[in-house]
């Protein structure tokens, strides 16, 4: 709760082999100066059952990180992560992907009310199962980072839905 570091004020990954599997957390008003103010991963991590959100009440079972408001936002990753039924909401980035090769899943999730949802700036991000709704832009590729989106709503954002080249739909 209200953590603060220079990377992941909640989680650090940053081990080679290292495997975070989160559940059942609560993590509220984490503020990474460098990025990732929830969740900084540069190895493998799953967040399940979870919110990535500022939402300061939440049941039993539920991840809450709370105004992660810097570079990262959210979950900063250049590693490998799977979200899966969890709701990231109220960050500047909801997810930002960067580094050398990155991947990431998203399933039966919700990403809403964060500046951008997903920012792939490197690497790969797959989306199923998902909504992807009122944020200030939803999808945003650059440099060589890709998204693939399969059985899932991506509408209602401010802005763009989807802005860059690397965006493709299955």
Known sequence: RDGFA????????????????VSGSTFVGNVGFAGGSGIYNRAAATVSRSTVDQISNVDPGILTLAESSVTGGGIENSGTLVIDRSSVAGNFNGILQWGSGPVATV???TLS??????NAQR???SVVFST?????TGIVTSGSGTAEVAASIVAGNEGDDVAGPGFTSG
């Open 132 to 136: 992807i709704t009122g944020n200030t």
């Open 107 to 109: 399933s039966s999730s």
């Open 113 to 118: 009310g964060n500046s951008n949802a997903i």
């Open 123 to 125: 690497g790969s991000v």
């Open 6 to 21: 220079l990377l992941g004020a909640g989680i650090f990954n940053d081990g080679a082999g290292a495997t975070v599997d």
